[in-house]
């Protein structure tokens, strides 16, 4: 089963930002984003066809590197996604990559874009912690990559002003806080 397959199981939610990597680029698959007023920043292939329409100023001191409004010229991707997409170029600094994004929301600043896509590795660090840190003995899982790769089945449930989780056992250090000044890189 491919990682984008799970976008089938979605129900998008209107005003809701959805995060993916570029493993999840379906242009049919996102075009549902869209009619459900829900929002996507997705890290774009290098192989997906676009036609510039317009381009928007940027302060490239935030490493924003450029904003466009673009349309995609393979046929079956423009018939697949038919409206207009916004591209986002971003160099990290720290890492002196560059990022290319695709997104539906036209309204945040290009920099906030690439920030949101940035907060998405956050997650992935927590996932990686869990995986270090904690000895989980079952993993509750229905789909059939939950039984073969308990990892990502994983549902995670934090509510707002709880203690941060800790690890059971002796010698196990706690959750990192997110409000930590530690930076990540992309």
């Known amino acids: 089963m491919h990682d984008v397959n799970i976008l089938d199981e979605i129900l998008p939610e209107a005003g809701a930002f959805y995060v993916m990597d570029r493993g ?17 920043v997705v890290r774009t292939k290098s192989n997906v ?16 590197r450029s904003d466009h409004t673009v349309i995609l ?43 949101i896509y940035k907060a998405r590795w956050q997650v992935e660090l927590f996932f990686k912690w869990i995986k270090q840190h904690l000895r989980i003995k079952s993993f509750y899982g229905t789909s059939e990559n939950g039984r073969q790769d308990p990892n990502l089945d994983c549902r995670v449930d934090l509510r707002a002003g709880r203690h941060r989780p800790q690890a059971v056992g002796t010698g196990y250090e706690p959750l990192p806080d997110s409000t930590d000044s530690q930076r990540y890189a992309f």
Not at 49 to 64: E, F, I, M, N, W
Not at 73 to 97: F, G, Q
Request: proline share 5%.
């Open 73 to 115: 010229t393979a046929i079956d991707s423009a018939k697949a996604y038919p409206d207009p997409l916004r591209r986002v170029s971003y160099l990290d600094v720290e890492t002196r990559k560059r990022f290319k994004f695709l997104t539906n929301n036209f309204t945040l600043p290009a920099l906030t874009i690439a920030l």
């Open 49 to 64: 066809l676009l036609q510039r329409r317009y381009s928007h100023p940027v302060d490239k001191a935030t490493g924003v």
């Open 24 to 40: 999840y680029v379906d242009f049919e698959r996102l075009y549902i984003f869209t009619l459900s007023a829900a929002f996507f």
